[in-house]
């Protein structure tokens, strides 16, 4: 037993620092490890296959829609940054250089990707000609690069992982309602994959992306109370086709700009995902995207070891052959008391166990890391029992967090009451806003809350603007964030 609580005490508390209870849970859980490049960090098996799952899902849903993957050169000419003035602004400090390649200096500096809306419309202008080539649909899934000053392992490094969609329409209708069904996707991803709730809506201008019309997006509540932007997905008008000159023929033979959208999520899931269900005994991985969805720990004294391992095995067999994700332990040099702190630690949904009583009864012990709860099922219904349990451990690792969020979210009316709120409570507030950016500015300088989004469906209507009192022209979502 002393051995299992020292393991347990590997692990801050969120209460008492929940910065440091999430770098200590990713330790612990093997998911990550820095590397000797600053702001870089190495993905190990178990996250490495966490976003796997999840571009399985994702990719089936762009598919579904009509898109299709390519992929883009890692560099990106200077000049092309220099085309779209309120791009090049946004990105240009947080973008790394090349000067030097092969011994010799560069003619031109090429930027390491930190997006790829220049490159891919200086190809789209050469493939686009005709209103026959739109909507032209297209995703990428790649890494990118962002040299920001602070990091923390998932939500910000300077080298992370996405996809970014990039379309061309006809028209501006079109192209709206490629970016809103592109959030749609990443709203039911997000809530019915990871079980997280989120809070869709557009940004206000000083949010939104560079060289953007408009930028909407789902915000994420995390235990800590904090924001994570969990996707975005922007309506480009003709900003970027004016500036790389994508024209093509309409079906009245003349010239016209394409509408663009762009699109895109990134590893941040993961670590959104580990702060929103994640509690003190360690991770708590959503069944749809766990590497392993079951362990199965045989039990009981070695003189019965070799009857509990072989029946043990037939059972592994038959969930394999389900398309369930299993592993058995059968450890002779570790406890069972070890092995249950060590998978609840690693968040893994269901844990079976098997010992000589349960043979002789017929049943095995489905365990749920999310609620402890026990069930004693019969060995010939095991499929069956797992995937209801994994079923019924989702919809509970969701309503949990759609619980934290309704308790953490506050309504407030001035900025000393939202002060207020952030101190005691933590969380998000509906607030009004009379749409200046002074007055935006004035909430950020004063609470350290930034505007997160104007939701499509706030549960409350303001009416006054929180900074200026003046009468409100959106409700909007205040929080602190990552």
Request: charged residues 30%.
């Amino acid at each position: 037993m002393s051995k299992e609580k020292q393991f347990v005490k590997e692990i801050t508390p969120q209460s008492e620092d929940f910065s440091r209870w999430y770098l200590d849970v990713i330790r612990k859980a093997d998911l990550m490890s820095y590397s000797p490049v600053r702001g870089c960090i190495v993905f190990k098996p178990d996250s490495y296959e966490i976003w796997e799952l999840c571009q399985k899902e994702l990719d089936a849903r762009f598919k579904e829609t009509g898109h299709r993957n390519a992929y883009f050169p890692l560099f990106i000419p200077e000049s092309f940054f220099q085309k779209e003035k309120e791009h090049v602004e946004g990105f240009n400090p947080e973008l790394p250089w090349v000067t030097e390649a092969g011994g010799e200096k560069l003619e031109e500096r090429l930027a390491i990707r930190p997006t790829s809306e220049t490159m891919i419309g200086h190809m789209y202008a050469e493939w686009i000609h005709s209103y026959r080539d739109l909507p032209l649909l297209i995703n990428q899934w790649a890494n990118v690069v962002r040299w920001e000053k602070r990091t923390q392992p998932f939500l910000r490094t300077s080298e992370f992982l996405w996809q970014e969609g990039h379309t061309a329409h006809e028209d501006e209708a079109d192209a709206r309602r490629e970016t809103m069904q592109m959030l749609e996707i990443y709203r039911e991803f997000v809530e019915n994959i990871l079980a997280i709730p989120v809070i869709a809506g557009k940004k206000t201008p000083s949010e939104k992306f560079a060289g953007a019309v408009d930028t909407y997006s789902i915000e994420a509540m995390m235990k800590d109370g904090k924001a994570v932007q969990a996707g975005t997905s922007h309506y480009m008008g003709t900003n970027f086709a004016v500036a790389f000159d994508i024209q093509y023929l309409d079906r009245d033979n003349q010239q016209q700009y394409v509408h663009t959208t762009s699109w895109g999520v990134s590893t941040r899931l993961i670590g959104a995902m580990i702060m929103v269900h994640g509690d003190d005994r360690g991770l708590v991985l959503p069944p749809k995207v766990a590497p392993t969805q079951v362990v199965m720990i045989p039990i009981g004294p070695p003189k019965t070891r070799g009857p509990v391992i072989a029946r043990t095995n037939e059972l592994f067999a038959e969930l394999k052959q389900a398309g369930i994700r299993v592993k058995v332990d059968d450890r002779p040099d570790q406890s069972p008391g070890w092995k249950f702190n060590e998978y609840e630690m690693r968040g893994i949904p269901i844990r079976i166990e098997l010992g000589p009583r349960d043979m002789e009864k017929g049943q095995v012990v489905l365990v749920s890391r999310v609620s402890g709860e026990k069930r004693m099922v019969s060995q010939e219904r095991i499929v069956e029992e797992v995937k209801q349990m994994l079923e019924d451990i989702h919809k509970e690792m969701f309503e949990r967090a759609k619980a934290f969020s309704k308790e953490h979210f506050g309504s407030v009316d001035r900025l000393d009451e939202l002060k207020a709120f952030l101190e005691e409570k933590r969380g998000f507030v509906w607030a009004g806003w009379c749409g200046s950016d002074a007055c935006e500015a004035q909430v950020k300088e004063e609470t350290g809350a930034t505007s997160r989004n104007i939701p499509f469906e706030p549960e409350v209507v303001k009416t006054h603007c929180i900074a200026c009192g003046e009468k409100a022209q959106h409700t909007v979502v205040f929080g602190r964030s990552y």
